[in-house]
């Protein structure tokens, strides 16, 4: 039975539901079991609702990890062809998981010795914590202003990641290497990025660009994986063309733009509340964090260029990440070699197809999920197979990559970012036991650079991983490829003692 609320989720299916919105407005897609449709409050079932009777919102779907966030929940996929929106986006603007493969069996780093040899070699090049950029390092990349300004307009261009030592290459294994922006063009980047340089949020500009390379904090983290490639044929024979390698070792990171992509989403909310109140129109649900522009508007204009150049920051952030991370496994084990098997985004608004007409899909907390055979993969290696899904569980219970299915048409192509949370990160602070978070992941053999693992991250912090892919696999949406074991994980806090 489903857990009283003032909103009535009716099943469809084994892990689908509907949520009625109102008489003349088509219900929201949900995506979920019987127990995940339980972890969906009042307040994250409110905000879904407000988000889909917004202005020109034609679609909205609700994914197992959905949870309350900012304007709209945590954990959605939203279809406009006539607006855009912030707040489905988020202040972590492109906020991403990437994957490196290495060529290193896992059995090499089952020495806790290694691995602790390999955290304190990642963090001398990638720094954690807010405000925390190359500066804070001793062994990572010089960033200055000149460069900081290309990253911001060209993303992973050729000439980008030969000045950053990035492998040119690994561009061809990411969700989108660069974006343009509101005409279409580079230029339109390079002339808003000039506007914003002259006002004073952006007065911090240099500093914020000496932030790539880095994790932040949060539920940021790099995480040393062992890889277990699924048995059936079609799981091993798509991990071959994913550049999976079953008993190796893999590297899994989750960032975003750092500093630099909050201030530019932190200063488009302030103005677009402030055009609400002149202008004295309705806010969706009363809400403050659903302001939106009408595209072809200035202000839409002006959002998408800062999206865009929040987005070229967070793509060369994990870039730089994947190729000091190799820098540091190559200094403690000679002679490993990795390469990108992919980088996608899940805080992002991108044109695509719906209904037949393009819209602007808004993911929050949500990830691609384009099939075999879907027309974006065309002349891709990921053409035959669909592309790369990385969906980050927790330390104790792993991760997973998964493939598209055709069933994905029926939520926007899209599925959940990662488990989703639970608890708050005050709940998790109050109800967790440090003890008993740090034995559990002692136990299951994962080590991590902070004394204490942080209670707000704690794998019981957030909702059961295995429901939430049964729920994925069962509404058909997408399929296992391979499972993520962590040896080892990154996040904001001090140095460990093993």
Known sequence: MDVKRKHKLIPTGDATAILPVSDNVSPITVIGNQEIRETFDDNCLQQAINSRKAPGVSQLVLNPDAHLGYGAPVGCAMASATHIYPGPIGVDIKCSMSLLQMDLEADAIDDRKIRRALINAIC???????????????????????????????????????????????????EDAFHVGHDDTSG???????????????????????????????NHFGECEAVEVGDSEKAKATADVFGLQDGCVAFLSHCGSRGFGHNLASAQFKTLQSKFAQWNIPLPGGDRELVYAPLGTDQANDYLDDMALGANFATVNHMLINALVLEAFQEVIPGVQGHLVYFISHNIARKEIVDNQVSWVHRKGATRAFPAGHHELADTVFADTGHPILLPGNPRDGSVVMVGEARAANSLFSVNHGAGRILSRRQANRQLDQATVDKDLDQHDVLSNCRRYPLDEAPDAYKNFDDVLASVKS????????????????????????
């Open 124 to 174: 001398r090049r990638t720094p954690t914590g807010a405000g925390k950029g190359q500066r804070n390092v001793t062994h990572g990349r010089a960033v200055d202003r000149v460069l900081g300004m290309q990253v911001a307009v060209e993303g992973a261009s050729a000439n980008v990641c030969r000045q950053l030592d990035i492998p040119a290459h690994w561009a061809q294994r990411c």
């Open 188 to 218: 339109a980047l390079a002339l808003r990025l000039e506007k914003l340089l002259a006002q004073r949020h952006m007065a911090n500009f240099t500093d914020k660009m000496r932030q790539l390379g880095s994790y932040g904090g949060g």
């Open 475 to 498: 509404a058909g949406l997408a399929s296992s490829v391979a499972r993520l074991n962590a040896r080892f994980v990154i996040k904001d806090s001090g140095k460990a003692d093993d």
